[in-house]
């Protein structure tokens, strides 16, 4: 079954550019929050199975969006990756230490953006 990814990003170039490479990788349903408060909205509805989660948002950053999911019993086991064109060692480390399973930077190699998840999920598919 594939996988379904929520998308927590407000540019829309980067979301269409996600989207594209993943659908490319078989990857049918990409659900989009622009901003951290409907990330929060939806994450029940949606059951990802997978977080892609931008730093700098409008009205919450991903830090934050991270830790609430994180202390939530019904999302805390959602693997969180950030995707983020933060990339200093010290925007890393808060990211992990947050919750997420991983720290990818922008910009990012669409061909190889699905190998990427994968790997750090583990080695399965996303």
Same mark, same amino acid.
């Given at each position: 079954?594939?996988?379904?990814?929520?998308?927590?990003?407000?540019?829309?170039?980067?979301?269409?550019?996600?989207?594209?490479?993943?659908?490319?990788?078989?990857?049918?349903?990409?659900?989009?929050?622009?901003?951290?408060? *409907?990330?929060?909205?939806? %994450? /029940?509805?949606?059951?990802?199975? +997978?977080?892609?989660? $931008?730093? @700098?948002?409008?009205?919450?950053?991903?830090?934050?969006?991270?830790?609430?999911?994180?202390?939530?019993?019904?999302?805390?086991?959602?693997?969180?990756?950030?995707?983020?064109?933060?990339?200093?060692?010290?925007?890393? *480390?808060?990211?992990?230490? %947050? /919750?997420?399973?991983?720290?990818? +930077?922008?910009?990012? $190699?669409? @061909?190889?953006?699905?190998?990427?998840?994968?790997?750090?999920?583990?080695?399965?598919?996303?």
């Amino acid at each position: 079954m594939p996988p379904k990814i929520l998308l927590v990003e407000d540019d829309s170039d980067i979301q269409k550019l996600v989207r594209i490479s993943l659908k490319f990788r078989g990857v049918q349903e990409v659900v989009v929050a622009e901003d951290g408060e *409907k990330c929060l909205s939806v %994450v /029940g509805e949606v059951q990802p199975d +997978v977080i892609l989660l $931008d730093v @700098m948002l409008p009205r919450m950053n991903g830090y934050e969006i991270c830790r609430r999911l994180k202390s939530n019993p019904k999302t805390k086991n959602i693997p969180v990756i950030f995707l983020s064109a933060r990339a200093m060692d010290t925007e890393v *480390k808060k990211g992990l230490k %947050v /919750g997420a399973r991983g720290y990818l +930077v922008k910009p990012f $190699d669409p @061909m190889t953006l699905y190998e990427e998840i994968t790997q750090l999920l583990g080695g399965q598919p996303a």
